[in-house]
């Protein structure tokens, strides 16, 4: 049965993945944007609100999630966050699987999943793209975003694979330190490749 060549593409906070990911969105490729259905789900009317709501009451509401009142609540405590983890990630893959099916006679997909090797999704991709900056960059991005600060950043990247190591299990790394036309090139690079070849293997970088 034909199915399309799926790229995970996976990055640590603030390494540039949501640029990258539209940046194949312009090309045509189609992405699942795991953030995206994350947000769908917990929205108004969304189809995580009940469990949650079980599990953490008085976080949702008429408008959804409260994420303010939820992040209170899992920030720091390992037994919360898998909690939630537990409730979301079934959730998360369901919708995965729709997009599939949906792009299912496409030559190729993006699965734009920040968690991707921590969650042990790369399992189920053809290949896997890292975005990635060098720490400095990273850190000053993230630390311009509202809310944040110093100790979030350190206990968040705690949570994460450290960059290094996703580089070295991914198969394409895409450069995000040095400008969107460095990235463009190579996120376009890595599409024509498969376009040529069929798989995006041939002129790995």
Known sequence: MRRPFVLGLTGSIGMGKSTAAVMFARLRVPVFDADAAVRALQGPGGA??????AAFPGVTG???????ALGARVFGDVEALRNLE??????????????????????????DVPLLFETGGDAACDAVAVVSAPAQVQRARVLARPGMHAAKLDAI???QMPDAEKRARADFVLPTGRGRAVTRRAVRALVRGFARAGSPNEGHP
């Open 48 to 53: 995580a609100l009940a469990a949650i709501e």
């Open 62 to 68: 008429s408008a959804g999630l409260d994420r303010s």
């Open 86 to 111: 537990a409730i979301m990630h079934p959730l998360v893959a369901a919708a995965r699987a729709r997009f599939l099916d949906r792009h299912r006679f496409a030559r190729m997909v993006v699965l």
């Open 157 to 159: 990247l705690a949570q």
